[in-house]
């Protein structure tokens, strides 16, 4: 059973930090790609960034470059998001997924050309 589960979500004031973390389901996924999305209310989705299935190489979406920082933990199937300095243009629910594509290559990938999601951790950020 694949599952993918994203906790750390919630309110934070502006210029506040806050960390997200996704649990994969079993050490299959320690040879994907892993990273985050996220969707503001009345947007489409939007890449954030990603990381390679080693760890040792990752790729962010100008948006967040220098605030954010994905790490991951191959020993726990886990891959977390950083977020530093955040904006209240950062509010938005965050997605987790895996994928055999390489982490260079999801800031085009469309939703479907990605092997797994997870449902979502809302983040609220307040100005």
């Known amino acids: 059973q694949v599952q993918l589960v994203e906790s750390g979500g919630g309110l934070v004031q502006a210029g506040g930090s806050l960390r997200l973390s996704c649990a994969a389901s079993?050490?299959?996924?320690?040879?994907?790609?892993m990273g985050w999305f996220r969707q503001a209310p009345g947007k489409e989705r939007e890449f954030v960034g990603a990381?390679?299935?080693?760890?040792?190489?990752?790729y962010y979406a100008d948006s967040v470059k220098g605030r954010f920082t994905i790490s991951r933990d191959n020993a726990k199937n886990t891959v977390d998001l950083q977020m530093n300095s955040l904006k209240p243009e950062d509010t938005a629910v965050y997605y987790c997924?895996?994928?055999?594509?390489?982490?260079?290559?999801?800031?085009?990938?469309?939703?479907?050309?990605?092997?797994?999601w997870g449902q979502g951790t809302q983040v609220t950020v307040s100005s």
């Open positions: 990381i390679s299935w080693s760890g040792g190489s990752t």
């Open positions: 997924a895996i994928s055999r594509a390489r982490y260079s290559s999801w800031y085009r990938l469309l939703p479907n050309e990605l092997d797994y």
């Open positions: 079993d050490r299959t996924f320690s040879t994907y790609a």
